[in-house]
């Protein structure tokens, strides 16, 4: 079975500031790991994801993932916090197969001070 | 190109009532999943269809959830009868068939289900 582990329910940053979001996952193969972004009153809308590529992973918005094997995490980050980013972030891991349904961690909520 | 779209955004039902969820897909999308989110809790496993076909009803709560996708188009989720436990927000995604493996879905922005 797959889980995903993001501590904590809210993060708070100034804008301007690192954003930094955890994840950390178990699964029993190679996973498939994503990061996903719901704004306010709209649906999840995909932020970026590792698929067995480069570790490194760039998505939109400025963002982007590195892919730990050895720590089991997918740690979300970005340079500079924008007031548009506040927004609840899920992480989510799936394996390879190509019908394979999403599990996601609880969520956390960012909310970024002026 | 239109998204995922979900009927209704919000409902409001009385414990023992049925509710239905419609969601229309991407066109050509083959695969569509549901999914629920509980207030604080994860958002949850309900079940995929391929084309028509269940492939994966193992999220499904029990019988009192009945999902069908008529023709391999839209899909409902129909309730009934409604208990409080069943309040929380359901998702719908879908994603192409064959894209290469890689388990890109696209949401709709969810129906938000209060049971009173």
């Known amino acids: 079975a797959q889980s995903v582990t993001q501590l904590g329910s809210h993060v708070s940053v100034s804008e301007g500031a690192l954003v930094l979001l955890r994840c950390n996952y178990s699964s029993s193969v190679p996973p498939y790991l994503f990061w996903y972004v719901q704004y306010p009153n709209q649906g999840l809308q995909l932020l970026l994801k590792?698929?067995?590529?480069?570790?490194l992973v760039k998505g939109i918005n400025g963002f982007e993932a590195e892919f730990k094997k050895s720590e089991t995490s997918f740690h979300l980050t970005k340079p500079s916090a924008h007031m548009s980013d506040a927004a609840e972030y899920f992480c989510a891991v799936s394996d390879s197969g190509a019908n394979s349904k999403l599990t996601f961690g609880k969520g956390i909520t960012l909310s970024v001070r002026p | 190109e239109a998204g995922v779209t979900q009927f209704p955004s919000h409902s409001v039902i009385e414990k023992g009532q049925t509710v239905t969820l419609r969601c229309d897909p991407i066109?050509?999308?083959?695969?569509l999943y549901w999914y629920r989110r509980v207030m604080g809790k994860e958002i949850k496993f309900l079940l995929h269809f391929v084309k028509e076909s269940k492939q994966d009803e193992s999220g499904m709560p029990n019988n009192r959830f009945l999902a069908e996708r008529t023709g391999g188009t839209y899909s409902t989720l129909k309730v009934q009868p409604a208990e409080l436990e069943d309040s929380g927000v359901y998702f719908c995604?879908?994603?192409?068939?064959?894209?290469?493996?890689?388990?890109?879905?696209?949401f709709g922005p969810g129906t938000r289900l209060t049971v009173l």
């Open positions: 066109s050509g999308h083959d695969n």
């Open positions: 590792y698929t067995s590529a480069a570790t």
């Open positions: 995604a879908t994603r192409l068939a064959g894209s290469g493996g890689v388990n890109e879905q696209f």
